[in-house]
């Protein structure tokens, strides 16, 4: 069986509301996270940022750490995707591929309406939950 190495990335930012995510159409109309194959001479990170400037026009800061891996068939063997966080920090007007994808800002607390892979579901979701985003408590005894 043929295995295809891909990256992702979940493109966030931060809004008053709360965590939101980006998410852009596949060729068949799902919507999806921007990947693709893991080139030779770029790292999965770097790759992956490669793949959201080209299908969702963004570019950003991709986090070190993979926050998850997931497979699905195509074709005609399984991509196994590694899945990161990038702080989205420029949406461009135009992109590569804007002439048949379509992209969406979403609250985090959305993605099971867009989302049908459930890995990937469970992924976004269990990315966002970590410490870094959990709202900072202050003390409320007035010191």
């Known amino acids: 069986m043929v295995i295809f190495d891909q990256s992702a990335v979940i493109p966030y930012r931060k809004s008053d ?4 995510i980006m998410l852009v159409t596949t060729k068949s109309g799902n919507w999806t996270i921007p990947k693709g194959i893991i080139e030779d001479d770029l790292t999965p990170q770097e790759s992956a940022a490669k793949e959201a400037l080209e299908e969702a026009g963004i570019s950003g800061k991709v986090k070190g750490k993979k926050v998850g891996t997931y497979t699905y ?3 005609g ?3 196994t995707v590694k899945v990161y966080k990038m702080k989205v920090q420029d949406v ?3 992109w590569e591929e804007d002439n048949f994808r379509t992209r969406i ?3 985090i607390e959305e993605a099971q309406k867009f ?3 459930k890995k990937l579901l469970k992924i976004i979701n269990t990315a966002f939950i970590q410490k870094d985003f959990k709202k900072k408590k202050t003390k409320t005894n007035g010191k």
């Open 17 to 20: 509301e709360g965590i939101e």
């Open 73 to 75: 068939k195509k074709w």
């Open 77 to 79: 063997g399984t991509c």
């Open 92 to 94: 461009h007007k135009k």
């Open 105 to 107: 800002w979403i609250p």
């Open 115 to 117: 989302i049908k892979k």
